[in-house]
């Protein structure tokens, strides 16, 4: 079963911050986001292991909280390199699960 | 030097028709994978390949048959084509994902189907 993200979009200001949730009806022993701009390929932003660890990736963080089986993307004075959309994914039997995925759009 | 390849980039062809999409990794991965990406970037896993041999074959209309000569190369055929077959194509590869939590995924540029 596919996690549930939201929100499905955000439209942010060049500066702001915003939180990306991905939750899972079942155990997550990982969650994985990507992102994908317009007209490209997904791009691996990080993976989060089971035990709560954050990791980070310039101004992204990402939270992972097994036992809620939930994990939260924070992207800190959002630039417009930032646009895209985030997917979340999970590993289930060697293949990773998406999420829908929530557009972010950065104006300036 | 690009990682993942794919061609073509577009293709555009009449129902019924036969379609090959290539795929080729410089990354050493063994294990490479074909999402489909329908109209709403809904991003859905096909078929994945470990050193050559099937691991992971979705619910996918056997029209859709995945060929790996190699572990460098993953190729998708796609016979009868349909206009619900029209979506974009990536192609990803890995290194094997062991154990519960899986690894990076690159993907290639993707291709465009579309089915007139």
């Known amino acids: 079963q596919q996690p549930v993200q939201s929100p499905q979009a955000v439209i942010l200001r060049e500066g702001e911050d915003a939180v990306i949730n991905c939750s899972s009806s079942k155990a997550l022993y990982s969650v994985h986001w990507y992102r994908q701009k317009h007209g490209e390929a997904p791009v691996f932003l990080m993976i989060l292991l089971k035990g709560g660890e954050q990791k980070g990736h310039d101004k992204i963080s990402a939270s992972f909280n097994e036992k809620k089986q939930q994990s939260s993307l924070y992207l800190t004075a959002s630039q417009l390199s930032y646009s895209g959309t985030y997917f979340c994914?999970?590993?289930?039997?060697?293949?990773?699960?998406f999420g829908q995925g929530t557009e972010l759009s950065v104006k300036p | 030097d690009t990682a993942v390849s794919q061609t073509p980039k577009y293709l555009v062809t009449q129902m019924g028709n036969d379609k090959s999409i290539k795929c080729e990794q410089n990354?050493?991965?063994?294990?490479m994978y074909w999402y489909k990406q329908d109209s709403k970037k809904f991003l859905k896993i096909m078929f994945s390949?470990?050193?050559?041999?099937?691991?992971i074959n979705e619910t996918v209309p056997n029209r859709f048959s995945p060929k790996s000569p190699d572990k460098a190369h993953l190729n998708l055929h796609i016979n009868s084509l349909e206009l619900g077959d029209s979506a974009v194509y990536f192609c990803?590869?890995?290194?094997?994902?062991?154990?519960?939590?899986?690894?990076?995924?690159?993907f290639g540029p993707g291709t465009r189907l579309t089915v007139l």
């Open positions: 990803a590869s890995s290194n094997s994902p062991t154990g519960v939590y899986g690894n990076e995924q690159f």
């Open positions: 994914g999970k590993n289930q039997g060697g293949k990773l699960i």
């Open positions: 990354l050493g991965h063994d294990t």
């Open positions: 390949y470990n050193n050559k041999e099937l691991i």
